[in-house]
């Protein structure tokens, strides 16, 4: 059984800082590209940032400089470390992995987690 489960979010102000983790379990970690997602009420889900399988990383415009996305596949966990946060940054964050390896592929997400960023 597949599971992504995310966790550290919660209620920060603007400014400050917040690390979300998500840890897998029932895929093999290594092989998979993982990556935050965030939807806003009333928006469309989008990209926050992707790392491959090779460490290659990439974010949304919006967070360049502000977020970090890293794995440990000793510990089958990626992280999104979120500074200077806006109240834009608002959302659930949703963590999503993804595999191609020839004609095998496959997708899965977590449940989500809420990011509230208010004063």
């Known amino acids: 059984q597949v599971q992504l489960v995310e966790s550290g979010g919660g209620l920060v102000q603007p400014g400050g800082s917040l690390r979300l983790y998500c840890a897998a379990s029932g895929i093999i970690f290594s092989a998979n590209d993982m990556g935050w997602y965030r939807q806003a009420p009333g928006m469309q889900r989008e990209l926050v940032a992707r790392i491959t399988v090779g460490s290659t990383t990439n974010y949304v415009d919006s967070v360049k400089g502000r977020f970090t996305i890293s794995r440990d596949n000793a510990k089958n966990t990626v992280y999104l470390q979120m500074n200077s946060l806006k109240p834009e940054d608002t959302a659930v964050y949703y963590c999503?992995?993804?595999?191609?390896?020839?004609?095998?592929?496959?997708?899965?997400w977590g449940q989500g987690i809420q990011v509230t960023v208010s004063a």
């Open positions: 999503n992995s993804q595999m191609k390896i020839g004609f095998i592929s496959s997708e899965y």
